[in-house]
């Protein structure tokens, strides 16, 4: 706590419980809230608005041009929060498009994840450190960043996992291999985005080494690469033939 907490507290006040607050514990006692005309401020999960209570609230008020909405948390690539913060005009919430009208703040500084610095710190505590680092939970450009300067500071081999692949950790073999699909899921919006990017980035870069004199002539004479470019060329032709 800061001095100013720590004064509160000394007084026997709570600053995380002041005069008004009211809590809902029930889903029904949260929606009852977008019936009170009062003004009033809302804190609700989840912090990336794909899932929870907080959905029902911008229903009724991300629209409303005399709302405010204050994101301060980290918003993932594909989720409602993310797409709100980069100036979406509208946003698809139960089924119904409803229009971003409300004034979209951000505050930085309240994550509880360790930042560059703290991991590479964090890492240097260890004595005896590990054979391989995997560099997770993070969009790509930044992932790979930090990834080049495990390298370059611990001299580590360092591994930023692509969608669903998978590592086999301890076992007979240790290799990444295509995660089989156990089940069927029930695709969602973020989901379909998050593939869409995956695709565009793979074929970008599929671009950019092409680019390069000696892929490019050792591919354009494979008749098999040039066989999979044709099948994948007809699979996104299908695809686009469905929409």
């Not at 797409?83 to 946003?91: E, H, L, P």
């Not at 890492?123 to 990834?147: K, M, Y």
């Amino acid at each position: 706590f800061d001095e100013e907490a720590k004064r509160l507290l000394s007084e026997g006040e709570n600053p995380l419980e002041p005069p008004g607050i009211i809590y809902t514990q029930s889903t029904e006692e949260s929606k009852a809230i977008n019936e009170d005309s009062r003004a009033g401020i809302i804190i609700s999960a989840s912090g990336m608005c794909d899932a929870g209570r907080i959905k029902h609230h911008l229903k009724h008020h991300l629209w409303r041009e005399n709302s405010h909405i204050v994101f301060i948390g980290y918003q993932g690539e594909g989720t409602i929060g993310r797409r709100i913060i980069d100036g979406a005009k509208t946003v698809r919430l139960f089924g119904e498009e409803i229009a971003v009208r409300a004034h979209i703040h951000t505050l930085g500084g309240f994550s509880a994840h360790a930042d560059q610095k703290g991991l590479l710190d964090w890492l240097a505590h260890f004595d005896s450190l590990p054979s391989e680092v995997f560099v997770v939970h993070g969009e790509e450009e930044i992932s790979l960043t930090l990834a080049q300067l495990i390298r370059e500071r611990f001299h580590l081999k360092v591994t930023v996992p692509q969608w669903r692949e998978r590592k086999v950790l301890f076992g007979l073999e240790e290799e990444v291999e295509e995660e089989e699909r156990a089940e069927e899921r029930e695709p969602s919006e973020s989901r379909i985005r998050i593939l869409l990017n995956h695709l565009d980035r793979h074929y970008r870069k599929l671009r950019k080494k092409l680019k390069r004199r000696k892929e490019w002539e050792k591919k354009i004479h494979d008749p098999n690469w040039t066989r999979e470019l044709e099948e994948l060329k007809r699979k996104i032709e299908e695809l686009e033939g469905k929409l």
